[in-house]
């Protein structure tokens, strides 16, 4: 709390998972801009370099860590080694994931056991790990999703599953958290320009714009913003929710 009784981000440790590129170096270098100590992490501590670097001219304490995220052993060292470093996890981001796209029929079993345990076990991984420390200073949790775990998608049957999964379990902790004064809530992005979305063709992206309302992709840093309020004072009196962030694509029609 500050001096205002409001909870703000300045002078917090926050964890941000995905944080090498795309959407989780935004959220780490807006927290970073907000006054918070960042562990960025990725699949390894060298991928973080740049955000570190970015972080670190905004606020001090910027560090970069490397984990397999769907490894619960190693994400419980980790956290371990954060807590001993930074001292706390106030905010705690789980951003990273994967797809590996392919129509039911073809998907392999592969396919589908990589993405769950890379998004929804990894984000469960890092919420029970760090759910004492954030109980300790009545923080927040804050976990990437996709609107795809909303409306569901062909071709992502594996991928729209565990964002599903990670909007479920974003409801559940935050209701079993919520006696400690922790926040759990997600944000799920509709279609942002990053190395995910790299690979669609300038044809299929012209056809997803005419299905998005604002007429235009996002951007990490839009999604960041969301984060960040779900993060800062905005989000006191805010839990288990799920901010969609999509130009409107989920309104369908
Ligand atoms: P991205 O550019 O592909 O970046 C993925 C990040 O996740 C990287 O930092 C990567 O680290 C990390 N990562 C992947 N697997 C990991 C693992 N096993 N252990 C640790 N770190 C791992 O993706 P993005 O577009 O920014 O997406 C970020 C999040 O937003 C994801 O959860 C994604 O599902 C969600 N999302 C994205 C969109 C979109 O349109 N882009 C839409 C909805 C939701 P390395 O650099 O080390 O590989």
Redesign the pocket.
Known sequence: MSESGLWEVEGKAALV?????????AIAIKLSQMGARVAC????AE?CADTVAACLEHSEGARAY?????DTDAVDALVKEVLSEMGSIDILVN?????QDQLLLRMTEDDFDRVVE??LK?TWNFLKSAARGLMKSGGRAIN?????GVTGNAGQAN?AAS?AGVIGLTRSVAKELSGRGVCVNAV??????????SEITEAAAEQLKTSIPLGRVGS?AE?AEAVAWLAGPGGAYVTGQTIIVDGGLSLGG
């Open positions: 998972t995905g944080a090498s590129r795309g959407i989780g170096q992490v990725a699949t390894s991928n490397g984990v397999d995220v769907s951003n990273a994931g994967i797809t890379v998004n990894g990437v999703a996709s609107v795809v991928y964002k799920a992005p509709g279609f942002i320009e990053t190395d995910m979305t990490s999604v």
